[in-house]
């Protein structure tokens, strides 16, 4: 059904982290921002609620401890006290493991809390914060129907040879082991921003998507479907990030444990904390405070950006094996949208697939700019596409909203 434009539909997005709830309220027809947030340290010390509205920026204290429905509570009073509530339609929640249940955005009912409980198991840290979210803003917001956006679901199109391992098959058949992939709302929409971009049907258009953030994923997109993407069961693998270390050689971990005695623990800390741009420039996870150190000439910091670099470009360039033939290889996230340095390195490493890097174009590409960094004769073009998960998400709940 057409939207009317006639009539505001907001849409409360909520992405709720073990100890964080980020939130906004778009308006779904114009893709406006009414206001957004971000709750933090939530169930411990000194939780505060810091958010942008009307262009101010404005912070809320909460008590020690106070948690997610807490903060929930608070919101709901902002909501009120700035008269917000009439035209919310819908809440979109990002859940983070839809596992092979969730294909696509689904209206929240019994039978999709239990799913999504049920696959905590593969996402220990993010579904239960998740669950968390959804029923807080159930009892927060009875009357508006709440809809669930996957971060799995755009990956659920790759084949058996992508998302498989080499494991015992019965793993994956009892135990869901398998590589599920994670960004999907971030690849999803600057897949079609992207084909916009270079006016081709998406359906028709071959991308390799690259969300550089402080998670990081490659994603190869054929046809407007994900065939094949970087990470796997968790968002452990594939590429170097800011703190995670990506692939490596699993012969690590008995290394770890029987010639260091590292324990379980200590072995996901250091994949997931201490690894990536900060383990080996040994300064920060920060891709900035990198950059300057690596342009002052530190020379760890360089390395790690090398690395890094390289890692991506031979990343995407396996990714043509799926695609055979790429129209654009896009970047997005905090560093694919603002740093002209690690695009241009890795441009520079796939000349071989008809890119060249455009100096000024790529300069240019920053701070919220999207554009072409390639030269128009090049036969393959790289993007920078600004990614907009909220967006995704507000769009998702309003159309299904309109459905009940
Ligand atoms: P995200 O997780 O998408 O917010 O991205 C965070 C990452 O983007 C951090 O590593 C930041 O250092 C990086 N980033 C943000 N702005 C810039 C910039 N101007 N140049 C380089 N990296 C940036």
Redesign the pocket.
Known sequence: MPMQPSSPQHVLVLNCGSSSLKFAILDATTSAEIISGLAERLGSHSPLIKYKFQGEKHQLELADGQAHAAAIASLVQLINEQHLASHLIAVGHRVVHGGEHFTESVLIDDNVLSAIEKTAALAPLHNPANLLGIRAAQHAFVTLPQVAVFDTAFHQSMPKVAYLYALPYSLYREHGVRRYGFHGTSHYYVAGEAAKFIKKPLLESNFISAH????CSVCAIKNGKSVDTSMGLTPLEGLVM?TRSGSIDPGLFTFLTQQLNYSVEQIDDLLNKKSG?LGISELS?????I?EAAVAGNQQALLALDIFCYRLAKQIAAYMVPLQRLDALIFT???G???D??REKVITQLGFLGLNCDPQANLQA??GNAGMITKPSNTVSALVIP?NEEWVIAHDAAVIAKEQ
């Open positions: 550089l953030g402080n998670g800011g741009l996870n920060d891709c900035r405070t950059e996230g905090g560093i949208e603002n740093s340095i690690i920053r701070f990614t």
